[in-house]
Nanobody, 128 residues
Framework: VQLQASGGGLVQPGGSLRLSCAVF????????IGWFRQAPGKEREWVSC????????YYTDSVKGRFTISRDDAANTVYLQMNNLKPEDTAVYFC??????????????????????WGQGTQVTVSS
């Protein structure tokens, strides 16, 4: 199983980016798909996740209303649309896969150690 994240870059505050996570060797079915981020000197932080079956989505409070997680089953790809970006969104963003059961509670959705497969990360820098 391989996850390949892309789409990061430099954007001004208020701008938008769409991150992609292409999944190889594993169908996006009966799993949870998550996005995390890690800023310099900080711990990895959960951003969002999705139920690959029914499309239910979950977000950390700081990105609600600005970020949207989605998937393209035909392309076996997960996206993170990020709008109204802020300097505090600057980080390396990672996509990851986890067993579906982690979606049952918010406490488990955000635990990086429960995600089995990870992409390599893509840098997002929000700066004027």
């Amino acid at each position: 199983v391989q996850l390949q994240a892309s789409g990061g870059g430099l954007v001004q505050p208020g701008g938008s980016l769409r991150l992609s996570c292409a999944v190889f060797g594993f169908a996006l079915d009966n799993v949870a798909i998550g996005w995390f981020r890690q800023a310099p000197g900080k711990e990895r932080e959960w951003v969002s996740c999705m139920d690959a079956n029914d499309g239910s989505t979950y977000y950390t409070d700081s990105v609600k209303g600005r970020f949207t997680i989605s998937r393209d089953d035909a392309a076996n790809t997960v996206y993170l649309q990020m709008n109204n970006l802020k300097p505090e969104d600057t980080a390396v963003y990672f996509c990851a896969l986890a067993p579906k059961w982690i979606l049952s509670r918010s406490s488990t959705q955000a635990q990086a150690k429960l995600y089995d497969y990870w992409g390599q990360g893509t840098q997002v820098t929000v700066s004027s």
